[in-house]
C-alpha cells in the first residue's frame, strides 16, 4: 500500500491536533458513557445518531467502523447537549471508499484512521434541510471545511468536497440529522509539504521546499505554545502553494534541481548568495493563508489588477482579468506582464489539512510588478483568523447579527490604550466584528479600534510596489455616532495618522466628519491626496487618537474596513 503507513501516521498526528483544538474528548464527546444504551425505543426517531444506524442494515459498515473506531457511544450523545448532523455513506459507498483506497476492509485503515474518517464526517450542529441547502460550507469535527455545492448534473443532489455524495437529507435522530451518502469523502490528513512530495510530477519543487528550508512550515498544522501567564496558546497555520511540476520546469529548460539553481544564479542582477535565491523563489509560491483559486480572483474587466502578497520578503505578484478568454482556467494571469502564468483547473483547489495546492503552468520566476491599486482589509491576518476561527472569519455572506471577538492579544498589533480609558462597554481594545447586510463591508468584517483619549496602535500593511498612490479609507458608521459626525462632542475622532514613523507621511484626519448623512453605512475619505514610497516594501502604519471623547463618550468607536491603494500616474 503507498505510503499508507506515512499517511495513517499524520492521520494519528491530525486527529490528535484537533482532538487539542476542540477539545472533543471534554467537551463535545463522553465516549464511554451512552445514556441510551440499553433501552428500547418505540420509534427512531426516539433513538440518538449511533442507534439510530444501527437500526437499519444499509449501515452495518459505517456502525462497524463506529464501534472499531471506539466512537459508538460518542455519536449517541454529547457531556454538554451539543447536536449534530452525521454525513453516514451507505454499505455500498463504504465498500468504494475501501477500493479508492487500495483496501480491502476496515481492518486495513486503522483504528486511528477510522476515528479520522469520523470525525470528518461529523458536523457540531444539527441541521435542517432547509438551511443545509442555502450554506455554502461547514466546519466539522477535525475543524476542516466542507463545500456544499448543488450537483446541476442530479437533480436534488449534493456534493460534498467535490466527492461526498448526498441522497437523502435530514434524517431526524434524538441527537441530530443523518445525511445519507452514496460516495464517502476522503478524510483530510495531509499537509501541503505532503501533497508535493507525494506527488511523482513535483521533484524539483520537493527538493527546493527542502533545500529552502520551507519544509517545516508547509507540514505544519497547529503549534501549541504558552503566553507569559502559562496559558495554552492553539495557533493554526495556513498556506498556499503555488506548485510547479517537472514537466512545467522542462519548459523553461530545467530539468533538475541543479538547473533551478544554476537559472536563479543566471538570472540574478542583484550577486544575492544562492541559498537566499531559492529561498525568496520557493517563498514567492507561498502565501501565508489558504485561499481558493476563486479568493484570489479579480473582477471582471481587462483593466483590473490584483496584487498578492507572498511569503518572499518584499515580494509580490499579479492576477489580471483576460476578458477575451472562453475557459474559466485561463481568465486568471499571473504576472502577465512577465511571464504569464495561469492556474491549471484540474490540478489546483487541491485541499490539503493546512490550505491549498494550485498547479501552474508556468515556472512562475520572482519579478517586481508595476503599480495597481491594493485593498488592505485590516482584518485580514492570520494572527486574527486564529483568535476568531476559521469558519467565522471573513464570513461568505453577511452576518445575521453582529459578532465581536476580542483580538487585541494579536501579534499583528502593537497598542497602548490612554491613560484615561474608554466609557465604551460594547467593544474591547481591538476587535474584529462581523457586519450585517446594512453595512456592505469588504470581506463582511471590520476592525473596532476603543483605545481612549491618546491611544494608538501600529500595524504592517501589505507589500505595496514602489510609486506614487492616493490613499483612501473605509469605514463603518453607525447612528449612535452621530456626535462624532457633528463635532457635538469632542473633535470628531481627530487622529495623529502616517506611515513608517516618517514626519513627512504624518497627517492630522477627522474621517468621521466627512459622513454627509445620518444613515448607517460604509464610507470613505482621502487620507493622502499624494504619497511616495521610495521602495517595494511592507510599511509600518499607525495612528493616535487625539479626541478627548474617546474617554468620556460611551458610543465612541473607530470602526475601520480597507485602507486602499490607488496608483497615481
Avoid at 103 to 124: I, P, Q
Wanted: hydrophobic share 35%; with cysteine; net charge negative.
Amino acid at each position: 500500500m503507498k505510503n499508507y503507513r506515512n499517511i495513517y501516521k499524520k492521520a494519528l498526528v491530525a486527529v490528535a491536533a484537533m482532538l487539542c483544538i476542540t477539545a472533543c474528548d471534554k467537551d463535545v464527546f463522553n465516549f464511554n458513557n451512552d445514556p441510551f444504551e440499553g433501552e428500547t425505543y418505540k420509534t427512531s426517531l426516539l433513538a440518538p445518531i449511533s442507534s439510530t444506524l444501527a437500526e437499519r442494515e444499509d449501515f452495518s459498515e459505517y456502525v462497524k467502523l463506529l464501534n472499531y473506531a471506539g466512537m459508538f457511544n460518542a455519536l449517541n450523545q454529547s457531556s454538554d447537549g451539543t447536536s449534530f448532523t452525521a454525513f453516514v455513506p451507505t454499505n455500498e459507498a463504504m465498500q468504494q471508499f475501501y477500493r479508492r483506497r487500495g483496501v480491502n476492509s476496515l481492518e486495513e485503515l486503522g483504528a486511528e484512521y477510522a476515528k479520522a474518517f469520523m470525525l470528518y464526517h461529523t458536523v457540531k450542529d444539527s441541521i435542517l434541510p432547509d438551511a443545509f441547502v442555502q450554506k455554502k460550507m461547514v466546519y466539522n469535527l477535525s475543524n476542516d471545511e466542507i463545500k456544499i455545492e448543488i450537483d446541476t448534473l442530479n437533480a436534488g443532489e449534493i456534493t460534498l468536497n467535490g466527492e461526498g455524495r448526498v441522497v437523502e437529507m435530514g434524517l431526524s435522530a434524538f441527537n441530530g440529522k443523518i445525511y445519507v451518502l452514496s460516495s464517502a469523502m476522503t478524510p483530510l490528513v495531509e499537509t501541503v509539504f505532503d501533497r508535493v512530495t507525494e506527488s511523482s510530477e513535483s521533484a524539483i519543487m520537493a527538493e527546493a521546499i527542502r533545500q529552502s528550508g520551507w519544509s517545516k512550515q508547509l507540514n505544519t498544522i497547529v503549534d501549541t505554545t504558552y503566553n507569559q501567564e502559562r496559558k495554552r496558546v492553539i495557533t493554526h497555520h495556513y498556506y498556499t502553494l503555488l506548485n510547479v511540476t517537472d514537466g512545467t520546469f522542462a519548459q523553461a529548460g530545467i530539468n533538475s534541481f541543479s538547473d533551478l539553481m544554476a537559472k536563479l544564479k543566471s538570472d540574478d542582477k542583484r550577486n544575492l548568495p544562492e541559498d537566499s535565491l531559492l529561498r525568496e523563489y520557493v517563498g514567492y509560491h507561498i502565501l501565508g493563508n489558504s485561499y481558493t483559486t476563486d479568493d484570489m480572483s479579480v473582477m471582471n474587466g481587462s483593466d483590473v489588477v490584483r496584487i498578492w502578497n507572498t511569503s518572499a520578503q518584499n515580494q509580490v505578484f499579479t492576477v489580471t482579468y483576460d476578458s477575451l478568454a472562453v475557459a474559466d482556467a485561463d481568465k486568471y494571469i499571473l504576472n502577465k506582464s512577465s511571464e504569464p502564468a495561469r492556474f491549471v483547473a484540474s490540478k489546483s483547489n487541491v485541499l490539503c489539512k493546512n490550505g491549498y495546492v494550485h498547479q501552474l503552468d508556468n515556472w512562475m520566476p520572482v519579478w517586481e510588478p508595476e503599480q495597481a491599486t491594493v485593498v488592505w482589509d485590516l482584518g485580514d491576518y492570520t494572527d486574527i483568523k486564529n483568535i476568531v476561527g476559521a469558519e467565522n472569519f471573513q464570513p461568505a455572506e453577511p452576518t445575521s447579527k453582529e459578532n465581536i471577538y476580542r483580538i487585541a492579544t494579536a501579534p499583528c498589533f502593537t497598542f497602548e490604550q490612554g491613560e484615561a480609558g474608554t466609557k465604551n462597554r460594547t467593544y474591547h481594545e481591538i476587535d474584529y466584528v462581523t457586519c450585517k447586510s446594512n453595512l456592505p463591508a469588504y470581506n463582511n468584517d471590520r476592525v473596532v479600534f476603543n483605545l481612549g483619549y491618546m491611544g494608538s496602535v501600529s500595524m504592517r500593511t501589505p507589500v505595496i510596489v514602489r510609486g506614487k498612490y492616493r490613499v483612501e479609507l473605509s469605514f463603518v458608521y453607525m447612528t449612535n455616532q452621530n456626535f462624532m459626525r457633528t463635532m457635538s462632542d469632542g473633535n470628531g475622532g481627530m487622529l495623529k495618522m502616517g506611515f513608517d514613523d516618517d514626519s513627512q507621511y504624518t497627517i492630522f484626519t477627522a474621517p468621521y466628519t466627512k459622513v454627509p448623512k445620518i444613515l448607517p453605512g460604509v464610507y470613505s475619505t482621502t487620507l493622502y491626496e499624494e504619497i511616495e514610497f521610495s521602495e517595494t516594501a511592507s510599511h509600518q502604519f499607525g495612528f493616535v487618537v487625539l479626541d478627548p471623547a474617546a474617554s468620556t463618550n460611551g458610543n465612541f468607536s473607530l470602526q475601520f474596513d480597507t485602507i486602499t491603494f490607488i496608483p497615481i500616474e
